[in-house]
């Protein structure tokens, strides 16, 4: 990319940029940010650099990062806070004079800002990444079946909320969206931020857990009690939009295919106007969404690249994250024993969360 863009440098000091390229490190201290204590320096000769304070450095090399990766660029903090541009005049002592740099996020005296170049960069996901990326599926889809044996009703959506995020955490993973709606809730809001409202019949829980930088995207619907049959119907409706997007995801269409494919299939089985009302998902990775499906998406579909799509008819959900290969499309966020619902289309069959009754 840099040989392509003409440049000589990039700096990358957004905490998605530095988990990506360090396999899961974090810079990462002031969460309410997306930029972090340190800035990674990448030459386009090869050269890796970590750029931080002396406050940061020794824990950087110590936990975060290798050194057999990166060379370390350390400087008081005082500088950091009195000079403007002490990142690039430390990132230019070791280039050659004159180099042009870039940034993924605006640094003083940095030439473009270029993380719609970066970003692409991520979309293909490596074999180790791949590893990481199944295993955070597999324990977030674990933690969410656990968390619905623990829920009662009469419990309020923050309680419920909070249950949701420990038993992420004890598996090391952090919930950065935790949205949960309870009954009446759930027809009105696409985004339901919990809240004292009490669980009686219907729940939607929604999870993007984090671990290691990557993150995967669940929805998962609880009943207490029989599930209403117009709630089991919009519910399959969902999951035939799904899978349509899913048959839709294949290397090299487009994020407007997909679209269009998820258009139609709201429009067969009479919700035509539902697709109005939310986004449908997109890519993921080191964020929720690295890009969104939409009608003039020229984005394209990669192998191996991470999918979390989530097709809603109003009081219902569903989600899940999936992995696109040339073999098909591969689940990794399943919960086990939780209830599915098979959708086949051109004969092919694909599956997509259904509703658990407790």
Not at 107 to 119: F, Q, Y
Not at 217 to 244: F, H
Request: hydrophobic fraction near 40%; aromatic fraction near 6%.
């Amino acid at each position: 990319m840099l040989v392509r863009e003409s440049l000589d440098a990039v700096l990358l000091n957004a905490q998605h940029n530095f988990a990506w390229l360090t396999a899961g490190g974090s810079n990462g201290v002031d969460l309410s940010r997306d930029n972090g204590i340190a800035s990674l320096l990448i030459a386009r000769n090869g050269r890796r650099f970590v750029l931080a304070n002396v406050i940061e450095i020794d824990r950087m090399f110590a936990e975060e990062i290798s050194p057999d990766d990166f060379q370390a660029i350390s400087y008081p903090w005082q500088e950091e806070k009195s000079v403007p541009a002490l990142i690039l005049e430390k990132a230019g002592s070791v280039l050659d004079p004159g180099s042009l740099i870039a940034s993924d996020m605006p640094i003083s005296g940095t030439g473009p800002i270029i993380e719609n170049k970066i970003s692409s960069c991520r979309y293909q996901l490596t074999e180790e990444e791949l590893e990481r990326f199944r295993s955070l599926g597999r324990d977030a889809g674990a933690a969410l079946g656990r968390v619905i044996g623990k829920l009662d009703p009469g419990e309020t959506e923050l309680q419920i909320a909070e249950k949701m995020r420990h038993e992420l955490g004890l598996g090391g993973m952090s919930s950065v969206v935790a949205l949960v709606a309870a009954d009446e809730r759930i027809k009105k809001f696409r985004h339901p931020v919990p809240t004292e409202n009490i669980w009686r019949k219907a729940l939607l829980i929604v999870t993007c857990a984090k671990r290691a930088g990557l993150i995967v995207s669940l929805s998962r619907m609880i009943c207490a009690g029989e599930v209403p049959a117009d709630l089991q119907m919009r519910t399959e409706a969902a999951a035939y939009v799904n899978a349509k997007m899913l048959d839709a995801t294949r290397p090299g269409a487009t994020g407007a295919e997909v679209y269009t494919a998820a258009a139609n299939a709201y429009a067969e089985r009479g919700f035509g106007d539902e697709i109005n009302r939310h986004h449908q998902g997109g890519a993921a990775g080191y964020k929720t969404r690295e890009w969104v499906a939409h009608p003039a998406s020229a984005e394209v579909v990669h192998c191996d690249q991470a999918f979390a799509w989530n097709p809603s008819i109003t009081g219902t959900k569903v989600e899940e994250t999936y992995i696109a290969n040339e073999g098909g499309i591969e689940v990794i966020t399943r919960s086990p024993d939780f209830p599915e619902i098979a959708s086949v289309v051109d004969g092919r069959e694909y599956f997509s969360p259904s509703i658990i009754t407790i």
